[in-house]
Nanobody
Framework: VQLQASGGGLVQDGGSLRLSCAAS????????MGWFRQAPGKEREFVAA????????YYVDSVKGRFSISRDIPKNTVYLQMNSLKPEDTAVYYC?????????????????WGQGTQVTVSS
């Protein structure tokens, strides 16, 4: 499975961005897709995940009500809509995939990773 992330950029405090992650290769319905982020000097942090089959979602508390994860099944693409962005959301954002149906938040439990995309929120 190959993952291609895009959509990062520079935005002002309170602005919005939408990240995309296109999956290719041997994909199936038994996958969980997740978004993580890593700020300079910090560990990689779970942001949100979606179960490909059924669309159940899960978010870290700090983004609830501001971020929304969704998927487009025909396009094999997962999105992260980020609204009301804050400077503390600044990080490199990564999409990831894991086989199975269980949503987990530990990066090591994800099997595939895309390249990161930089999100910078200016104050």
């Amino acid at each position: 499975v190959q993952l291609q992330a895009s959509g990062g950029g520079l935005v002002q405090d309170g602005g919005s961005l939408r990240l995309s992650c296109a999956a290719s290769g041997r994909t199936s319905s038994s996958y969980v897709m997740g978004w993580f982020r890593q700020a300079p000097g910090k560990e990689r942090e779970f942001v949100a995940a979606i179960r490909w089959s059924g669309g159940s979602t899960y978010y870290v508390d700090s983004v609830k009500g501001r971020f929304s994860i969704s998927r487009d099944i025909p396009k094999n693409t997962v999105y992260l809509q980020m609204n009301s962005l804050k400077p503390e959301d600044t990080a490199v954002y990564y999409c990831a995939a894991r086989s199975g149906l269980q949503i987990v938040t530990t990066p090591l439990l994800y099997d595939y990773w895309g390249q990161g995309t930089q999100v910078t929120v200016s104050s």
